[in-house]
């Protein structure tokens, strides 16, 4: 406990008796997904690169290209691939499992109840949210809207967006998978029609990529990459400003 407290991972408490505390280092190992993490690489990067030295200098200092000779099968002492090590290492392997994110969908009441029974994969949770009210899920890795945006207009896009803004970190990603048009020049017919739809049955919009730029910038966000087929099939990737 003093080499930890000295690493200000716990800290020891004045009085007569010798007594430790937590500190927030050691609160991180209360949150189930990151002390999984820090299991997970202490045993495979610290036990696995331990090793590495000297696998080094046996193996010559080559290129590390065959996955099953590799530092790991050296300091495990197998010939299997991590995967498959794991497969016969529950304990390891559920580590591994529990580091892995929530995948939660989000939608109206009346659209989540009316997904099927078993439609969708076990892992992900159906949540009913408005995204019109605060979002409850603060600081995820990713937010992911796809189609949603092209459905409302500017000051109403403007409140999905600023809702998400409030609980995303710098680093969380929102991913937005809409139409990004071209400034000028004729757009293929589906396409066209659907912004004709948006319009009057939305009063919304497929938008140019300026006009994603200027949403995005009011909302406290900018595009920090970008994938766009000439048809404006895109995906943009967005940060905190
Ligand atoms: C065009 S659909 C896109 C659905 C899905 N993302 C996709 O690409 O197939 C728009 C979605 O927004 C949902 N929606 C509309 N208003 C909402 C609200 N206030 N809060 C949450 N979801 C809403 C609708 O129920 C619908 O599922």
């Given at each position: 406990m003093r080499v930890l407290a000295a690493n200000r991972i716990f800290t020891e408490l004045a009085g007569p008796e010798t007594k430790f505390g937590p500190t927030s280092l050691s609160n991180i190992f209360t949150v189930p997904a990151l002390s999984n993490g820090i299991k997970h690489c202490f045993d495979l990067g610290y036990r696995g690169g331990a090793g590495f030295p000297s696998y080094a200098r046996e193996t010559n200092y080559r290129q590390l290209e065959d996955e099953l000779d590799s530092p790991f099968q050296y300091a495990f002492q197998t010939k299997l691939h991590c995967f498959d090590w794991w497969k016969e290492h529950p304990r390891e392997a559920s580590q591994f499992h529990n580091v892995k994110g929530r995948l939660i969908l989000q939608d109206q009441p009346d659209v989540i109840d009316a997904?099927?029974?078993?439609?969708?994969?076990?892992?992900i949770e159906l949540t009913k949210h408005?995204?019109?009210?605060?979002?409850?899920?603060?600081?995820?890795?990713v937010y992911f809207l796809k189609?949603?945006?092209?459905?409302?207009p500017n000051p109403k896009a403007l409140i999905i967006l600023r809702n998400l803004v409030a609980v995303m970190k710098d680093y969380s990603k929102l991913i937005i998978i809409e139409n990004v048009l071209p400034e000028a020049g004729p757009l293929p017919v589906p396409t066209a029609g659907l912004d004709f739809i948006l319009m009057v049955g939305f009063a919304a919009m497929e938008r140019t990529a300026k006009q994603w730029e200027a949403l995005l910038t009011e909302a406290g966000l900018k595009i920090t990459g970008r994938w766009v087929k000439d048809d404006g099939d895109g995906v943009l990737e967005v940060m905190l400003a």
């Open positions: 997904i099927p029974k078993d439609s969708l994969h076990p892992t408005n995204f019109f009210k605060p979002q409850l899920i603060k600081g995820a890795g189609h949603v945006l092209h459905d409302w």
